[in-house]
């Protein structure tokens, strides 16, 4: 009996420690970063870098060279919704920013140019 009660405790424990964050928490909503707008490429192909905040490793890449420069961030991404991206932004501006989920039916409309970004890609809301 006492084992079974004992049991159910520890089991109640570590489900409870594992749920205990919340699924925002876990998206990185509510989570403020600061960041760097370190490349304004052509057509919105932009490249920023986490300069402040302990970000998730795997949803950045921890180093990338820009091959038209030969310059190399750290911390680097690009953006994956450039429409919500304030205009008064601009290249070499710092600003904190949050990762927020995709909206479903974004109509935005951004021309096809190449230009190289970050393979890790984030949807980001600027929250100055």
């Known amino acids: 009996m006492k084992t079974g009660i004992l049991t159910f405790i520890i089991a109640a424990a ?17 989570t403020r970063y600061k960041a760097r707008f370190e490349v304004a490429g052509m057509c919105s192909n932009y490249t920023f870098s986490v300069i402040e905040g302990r970000i998730d490793p795997w949803q950045v890449a921890a180093t990338w060279t820009n091959p038209q420069t030969n310059k190399t961030y750290w911390k680097a991404f ?51």
């Open 14 to 30: 570590i489900f409870s420690a594992t749920t205990a964050c919340s699924s925002k928490a876990t998206k990185g909503g509510g």
């Open 78 to 128: 690009g953006i994956t919704n450039p429409c919500d991206f304030p205009s008064n932004i601009k290249e070499g501006d710092v600003f904190y920013f949050e990762i927020v989920p995709a909206k479903k039916d974004q109509q935005c409309a951004v021309c096809m140019a190449y230009y190289p970004t970050p393979e890790k890609k984030l949807n980001i809301k600027v929250v100055q």
